[in-house]
T-cell receptor, first 118, second 109 residues
């Protein structure tokens, strides 16, 4: 498909377990973003990858969260020792250019992973 | 610290009428503003954007207005259609993107 693909679409896990969420961006998009949306909240920025540059991790809420992007394409968001407050929809987005390019590069979002921590 | 605010969580409008969704921001350094539309169980999709050097941008039934002095932008949809029923997020772009909490629009047939 031509869009951003995220997997799994739903994940239910027990508190304390680790989870991995995957994002396949649109081919050729150099920028990749992770956001999360908790119930009743807006989209909360987590991390931003641009090409081979060091990622902007300023939005990660704790050291239990990490992300990597292999080969400038697929990205994995990992949450270790999950807590109930981690329950949210995790959204990935990609765009053609850097967010610094006048910001006129709209982001294309995947459908998200709904994470539920029991 | 919510830099982008959408103070109306929901809005209902009759089909054919105008829908006006509002958004306020705090940082005068934002250089681009965007609106996204989100259906349930789907990711947001880009709708329309406006540069901070403009005060209006129009695309079909959708028009975004920017009032920099008031740090306020709005999205007008006219005429509203039932298929427009969705959650609308405004976003502001600076060193990163900041999203509002969304307004759920219901267009009543």
């Amino acid at each position: 498909g031509a869009g951003v693909s995220q997997s799994p679409s739903n994940k239910v896990t027990e508190k304390g377990k680790d989870v991995e969420l995957r994002c396949d961006p649109i081919s050729g998009h150099t920028a990749l973003y992770w956001y999360r949306q908790s119930l009743g909240q807006g989209l909360e920025f987590l991390i931003y990858f641009q090409g081979n540059s060091a990622p902007d991790k300023s939005g990660l809420p704790s050291d239990r969260f990490s992300a990597e992007r292999t080969g400038g394409s697929v990205s994995t968001l990992t949450i270790q020792r999950t807590q109930q407050e981690d329950s949210a929809v995790y959204l990935c987005a990609s765009s053609v250019g850097s967010r610094d390019w006048g910001s006129n590069q709209p982001q294309h979002f995947g459908d998200g992973t709904r994470l539920s921590i029991l | 610290d919510q830099q982008v605010k959408q103070n109306s969580p929901s809005l209902s409008v009759q089909e054919g009428r105008i829908s006006i969704l509002n958004c306020d921001y705090t940082n005068s350094m934002f250089d681009y503003f965007l609106w996204y539309k989100k259906y349930p169980a789907e990711g947001p999709t880009f709708l329309i954007s406006i540069s901070s050097i403009k005060d209006k941008n129009e695309d079909g039934r959708f028009t975004v207005f920017l009032n920099k002095s008031a740090k306020h932008l709005s999205l007008h949809i006219v005429p509203s259609q039932p298929g427009d029923s969705a959650v609308y997020f405004c976003a502001a772009a600076g060193n990163q993107f900041y999203f509002g909490t969304g307004t759920s629009l219901t267009v009543i047939p």
